[in-house]
């Protein structure tokens, strides 16, 4: 692989991960470059977390609850 392919590979995967940590889509679109912030979104919307995800990590943080996976649906149908 040469040098540009390396490059481009890099930066896709580094906007995939960005993606996934929960960026906004404007902040991804503009570290990657894109013009248009819909086009970043078509392409990585796959990959952004669930509003459900980004609500309970959010309550997590400003109740002090960081890392916690013993909640949500599924532990408390499972516990039924």
Do not use: F, N
Request: aromatic share 4%; hydrophobic share 30%; no cysteine.
């Amino acid at each position: 692989m040469d040098a540009v392919a390396d490059l481009a590979t890099t930066r896709q995967a580094r906007g995939q991960l960005t993606a996934r940590a929960g960026e906004s889509i404007k902040a991804l679109s503009e570290y990657l470059g894109h013009h248009d912030p819909g086009y970043t979104l078509r392409t990585y919307t796959h990959l952004m977390p669930s509003s459900e995800t980004r609500t309970r990590a959010a309550v997590d943080r400003v109740l002090g609850g960081e890392g916690r996976t013993d909640d949500g649906l599924d532990t408390a149908q499972s516990a039924g």
